[in-house]
């Protein structure tokens, strides 16, 4: 079975800091991986998507990802109380045409002021 | 990114009843749509796959015929919850995925719907 693990936290970091989120999956032929971000009562809300190893910068984002370790984290640099929420991996392994996403039970991040 | 909406955002409902929910991709044609459900405090769980002209694909342990999902057309898929009973009442989320152009697999989240059966 498909499974992708994220340390369901809390994690709190004081504002400006870094914040590392980790996760990690159990299908080797996984291609694709998201990072959403899901406040509280509504619904996820894509970030970074990221499909070849190395990094990736977005702003204040990065992504990165290890296929040799099946591995994918996401750095928020300069962390801001309104970067609080729910961070959720999601991993598309091939097979199918539905394009189809596994979901880790996500990270919840405080940002403390 | 793809707009996503979904309607009504919230429904409260006598047992029993059925609610229909739908999902519309606005600015793409969506082949492939996702709905989700997600308890409090929980990640979300994929349901079934909406393909538009063909029957949804549904997830081991979900009930077709509880949870009828039609996709009639590239922008609009609809989930109805048959004879809703409070064990039914979560945060039903649609998703879709627009058409491969360099964005390979992402999906986007339409609003949600907030289910509540009384």
């Known amino acids: 079975q498909k499974e992708v693990e994220q340390n369901s936290g809390p994690l709190s970091v004081p504002e400006g800091a870094i914040a590392s989120l980790n996760c990690t999956y159990s299908?080797?032929?996984?291609?694709?991986f998201f990072w959403y971000r899901q406040y509280s009562g509504k619904s996820p809300e894509l970030i970074m998507s990221i499909y070849s190893n190395g990094d990736k910068e977005d702003g204040r984002f990065t992504a990165q990802l290890n296929k040799a370790s099946q591995y994918v984290s996401l750095l928020i640099r300069d962390s801001q109380p309104s970067d609080s929420a729910t961070y959720l991996c999601a991993v598309n392994a091939p097979g199918g045409s539905n394009y189809k996403l596994t979901f880790g039970k996500g990270t919840l991040l405080t940002v403390n002021p | 990114g793809a707009v996503v909406s979904q309607h009504p955002s919230w429904v409260i409902c006598k047992s029993g009843t059925s609610v229909k929910i739908e999902c519309r991709s606005l600015d793409f044609q969506a082949t492939t749509m996702f709905w989700y459900r997600q308890f409090p405090k929980q990640s979300l769980m994929l349901m079934a796959t909406s393909n538009e002209g063909s029957k949804a694909t549904y997830e081991q342990g979900v009930e077709k015929d509880k949870f009828l999902i039609n996709h009639a057309s590239l922008t609009l898929s609809t989930l109805t919850v048959t004879s809703a009973h409070p064990e039914d009442s979560s945060f039903y989320i649609c998703s879709a995925h627009p058409p491969a152009s360099g964005s390979v697999n992402e999906q986007f989240f339409g609003p949600g719907t907030r289910l509540t059966v009384l």
């Open positions: 299908d080797r032929g996984s291609q694709s």
